[in-house]
């Protein structure tokens, strides 16, 4: 199948208002007829359940935690960016894409981004509205902050819990059709297939949680929002149950994968403790405002420090490597996330990482409390500090911080065409989960951005368009594709409970994360992929004779639930290596280390490489299929991104 | 690295929600005091599973704090024995050496025990539902810069929302009330003026569905707001309280 982006023809600032005044209607009247199912009520899909159900569509929702209000989404901190230019320091919509389209490394489509930035501006307006309390100023104005390195200061933050105040917005309009009786809501229960009808998305298969009851529920169209697969790599900063089941299943159906190998390893992380680690925890980059970034300059004092003979407070200015001030003066602490991972990483191969496994850097802000005083940095910082001295017993306002990169979005996902769907007509994917808008490096604040304008004000206009064109008669459950896909899944919960192995799930789960992380990480190359690819294929087969699950599917089974996930990790974990093998150029949150400068930089190849991968699925031990969209940039120049 | 500790675990088991539940103990060695509390459960379950036994099932997700999935009543206090702190950030340098450690789920009628140490909120949801939120259409709305909120009401009110849902006020309270929750969402929402206009209702229909729930009557004796992980104050119930009877005075505009 040929790649249609259905980008809107026309100049770049008109294209979405043209195009939604063209997106066929469905008739008020008519809207009662159509039934969407969405899957996942995080930011994206909790924003478009809430604006179906207030069209008048019928909505099925469904999410795997107890409520809607704890998707992932919730644990974002930093902010949520918007082109409201109310600081009056040059920002505009132009100003917010071209950053994005830059900080993506010249990786995304021009049109959508620049119809992100567009509607922005509407994402605060809404949920300002939806009672959402965004700091202010005292003239009771909304305040803004610089974020993720950004040139003006357009990120509109709640406290370090921005995330949490948007999806309990989102999740509050959400509440207000349920109770209106537009959307049913399905928490703790797990989509395990899309179902196709005649090669249209019409429907899935899902288990409840709680009673392991395999059911099929049928619409005239399926959104999936079911966030980021970072989980790959076993210890990520994302919750416990994000997963890849959804878009995985979809993609074995026919939707193509985008760049599966992009993702994002964020700089300030805390560092792993030991091996009996299950999580890792996101310290915001927003610390990088007033923290400075070091490591000792000798090795040696790197070594005292480990044994404990010398305290961070004791090694003299001279003795320290500021190395991202060193290396980029024009931006130092506040380069992009993938940058200052890289250097943290080179830094620590170089034997000059501290704290108990040499794996971390000092994040220091005894400079910043000496210039503002204490109590200006515990304004700021005062409930990150706290969270840090609680997890790690140290007190940052004493000691340094010690952070290190891990992984913490991806930028790949379902590839979707301008109106968000996938290749599978009537099967559209939103936030996190599709390949969209950020290339191969996400910048701060615009995930939040993303999901919602995806959910409030992009959805809603085009899944009308798909709808106003297909019958409304209901469909039924009993279609022989829906019994399919019920038994295909019941097989495949019957045959993982009865192999009855000797390794639990998270072993397997660890052992393709370390893969995952030494070969497919923070810097990758052609040997190292090989090697992955084979790794994982045996790491997958093993899986299937030797893993060890326990208990029934006819009640709550967290370990069978983490089998099924754990089981699509291992396929994508693979696509992800064939798509980092493939793209023989650095770029973003993708390094290949056979293609940088002689700094060693991170060097593009915008010849061969300026498109996205959209992968297809051929069949089991198959080998998927490329296709490539070409990346066509008319309103922007393409230069290397230089820091320095 | 020091050395591990070691631990007795009396821990809540329960099949499913009909079957009766009992306490079973389990022994467990060189935990790493740097490790959380359901880190310290992960390594727990990995060797019953090894055994072959069912692991213990508790609700989590985000392990930040932050989602109110996580719900343990630990040694008799919701979220265990440290302040303003979740039962997934809670860290295993908080237990002595050798401390036995008693793990139940929580305990309301309205919060039924689903498996082991896993509950039923969805009354929570369901509260919400009933006049949690501002009824604005998407898109149908100004700047937001034309409604200034002064800067006070503003902090206030995301003091109030910070309110994760995870359910200990309703755990802490000898009569089980779920006032703390529903406080801060009346309290949050009165508090701005996008709330203002259905501040009467919202009051009204959110204390119905509650009682409707079975949570119990707010006696006053403070045990939610000293074990909210968020340390949502009881100025929110009072704020709620005179939300109540000031829409319940004027009930025709209900
Ligand atoms: C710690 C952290 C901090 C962050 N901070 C920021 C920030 O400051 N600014 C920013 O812009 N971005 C930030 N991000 C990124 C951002 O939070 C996410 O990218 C975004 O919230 C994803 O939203 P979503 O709606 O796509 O997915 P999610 O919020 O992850 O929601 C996924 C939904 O899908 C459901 N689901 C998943 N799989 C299934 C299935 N198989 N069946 C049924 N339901 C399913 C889940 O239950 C959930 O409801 C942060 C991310 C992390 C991890
Ligand atoms: S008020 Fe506190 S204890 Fe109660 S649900 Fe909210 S955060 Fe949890
Ligand atoms: S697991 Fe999210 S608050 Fe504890």
């Known amino acids: ?644 | 690295m020091e050395k591990g500790h070691s631990h007795t675990l009396k821990v809540w088991r329960q099949k499913d929600a009909i079957s009766k539940g009992e306490f079973k103990t389990y022994k467990i060695d060189n935990v790493s005091t740097g490790s959380s509390f359901l880190e310290m459960l992960d390594i727990l379950n990995e060797k019953l599973l090894e055994k072959g036994e069912d692991p213990i099932h508790f609700d989590h997700d985000c392990r930040e704090g932050i989602c109110g999935t996580c719900s343990l009543y630990i040694n008799g206090r919701p979220h265990g024995p440290d302040r303003l702190v979740t039962a997934c950030q809670l860290h295993m340098r908080s237990f002595k050496d050798g401390e036995t450690i008693t793990i139940e789920p929580w305990r309301a009628k309205s919060f039924p025990v689903i498996k082991d140490l896993i509950v039923d909120r969805s009354a929570f949801d369901r509260i919400i539902q009933a006049g949690g939120f501002v009824s604005v259409r998407t898109g149908s709305v100004e700047d937001a810069n034309a409604i200034p909120v002064a800067k006070k009401n503003a902090d206030e009110a995301m003091d109030a929302a910070a309110c994760i849902g995870c359910g200990a006020c309703v755990a802490a309270c000898k009569n089980a009330s779920a006032m703390l929750f529903v406080s801060a969402k009346v309290s949050q929402l009165a508090l701005l003026p996008q709330g203002k206009v259905e501040r009467k209702q919202r009051a009204l229909k959110m204390v119905a569905q509650m009682e409707e729930e079975g949570f119990g009557a707010c006696t006053n004796t403070g045990a939610c707001s000293a074990e909210c992980p968020k340390g949502i104050e009881l100025t929110h119930i009072a704020r709620l309280n005179r939300e109540y009877i000031n829409a319940s005075l004027t009930a025709e505009e209900k």
């Open chain 1, 1 to 644: 199948m040929k790649l249609d982006s259905k980008i809107p023809e026309g100049p770049l600032a008109e294209k979405w208002t043209k195009h939604k005044f063209n997106l066929k209607l469905v008739n008020p009247a008519n809207k009662r007829k159509y039934d969407i199912i969405v899957v996942g009520t995080g930011l994206a899909g909790g924003a478009a359940a809430a604006s179906f159900g207030e069209l008048g569509y019928n909505v099925k929702a469904f999410c795997y935690q107890d409520s809607p209000r704890r998707a992932h989404s919730i644990a974002a901190q930093g902010g949520i960016n918007a082109a409201k230019n109310y600081q009056n320091d040059g920002d505009s919509v132009f100003r917010l894409f071209y950053d994005t389209i830059k900080g993506g490394d010249y990786r995304a489509r021009e049109a959508n981004v620049y119809r992100l930035a567009e509607v922005s501006s509407n994402i605060i307006d809404q949920c300002v509205a939806q009672g959402v309390p965004f700091a202010r100023e005292y003239g009771g104005l909304l305040d803004n902050r610089s974020f993720g390195g950004a040139q003006v200061s357009r990120t509109f933050y709640a406290r370090g819990q921005t995330g949490q105040q948007l999806l309990l917005g989102a999740y509050s309009a959400l509440s207000r059709q349920i109770a209106a009786g537009k959307v049913e809501m399905f928490p703790r229960t797990e989509m395990l297939d899309v179902v196709l009808v005649d090669g249209e998305a019409k429907g899935i298969v899902t288990r409840n949680l709680v009673t392991g009851k395999i059911e099929s529920h049928s619409a005239h169209a399926v959104v999936l929002a079911t966030g980021g697969y970072g989980n790959v790599f076993f210890l990520s900063t994302n919750a416990m149950g994000c997963n890849a089941t959804a878009a995985w299943r979809a993609y074995k159906k026919g939707a193509y994968f985008a760049n599966p190998c992009y993702t994002q390893i964020h700089p300030t992380c805390i560092p792993v403790h030991g091996d009996q680690q299950s999580k890792l925890t996101l310290m915001s980059e927003s610390l990088r405002n007033d923290g400075r970034v070091w490591v000792p300059k000798e090795q040696s004092t790197a070594e005292s420090l480990k044994k404990g003979e010398i305290k961070p407070k004791d090694i003299p200015e001279e003795e320290r490597d500021y190395y991202l001030e060193r290396i980029y003066p024009s931006f130092g602490n506040l380069v992009p996330r993938d940058v200052a991972s890289r250097n943290a990483k080179n830094v620590c191969d170089e034997g000059r990482g501290v704290g108990e496994t040499g794996l971390a850097v000092f994040l220091d802000f005894r400079d910043a409390i000496q210039r503002d005083g204490k109590d200006v940095i515990e304004a700021k910082y005062g409930n990150l500090f706290q969270m840090y001295e609680k997890i790690t017993a140290d007190n940052p306002y004493e000691t340094p911080m010690m952070i290190y990169p891990a992984v913490h979005y991806t930028m790949g996902g379902i590839w979707v065409d301008y109106n968000l769907q996938t290749t599978i007509p009537g099967l559209f994917a939103a936030g996190e989960c599709n390949f969209s808008d950020h290339g191969a490096n996400r910048l701060g604040a615009s995930a939040l951005m993303q999901g919602l304008a995806d959910g409030y004000f992009v959805l809603p206009y085009t899944i009308g368009n798909y709808l106003a064109n297909v019958s409304s008669a209901k469909i039924s459950t009993d279609h022989e594709a829906f019994i399919e896909a019920e038994k295909a899944v019941e097989e495949r919960i019957n045959k993982l409970l009865n192999i009855n192995g000797h390794k639990t799930v998270d072993q397997f789960h660890k052992e393709l994360g370390k893969i995952m992380w030494d070969k497919c990480g923070m810097a990758r190359n052609e040997k190292g992929l090989k090697e992955a690819k084979k790794e994982i294929k045996q790491l997958r087969l093993d899986y299937w004779k030797n893993v060890k699950l326990i208990g029934a599917n006819n009640e709550l089974n967290m370990t069978l639930e983490k089998a099924l996930r754990v089981a699509d990790f291992l396929e994508l974990g693979e696509l992800m290596v064939d798509d980092a093998l493939n793209r023989r150029e650095s770029c973003g949150g993708h390094f290949r280390e056979e293609s940088q400068t002689e700094e060693g930089e991170a060097k593009r190849d915008d010849e061969n490489f300026t498109y996205v991968s959209a992968w297809e699925y051929k069949g089991a031990e198959k080998e998927a299929q490329l296709h490539k969209e070409i990346l066509e940039f008319e309103n922007v120049k393409l230069t290397q991104r230089s820091y320095k």
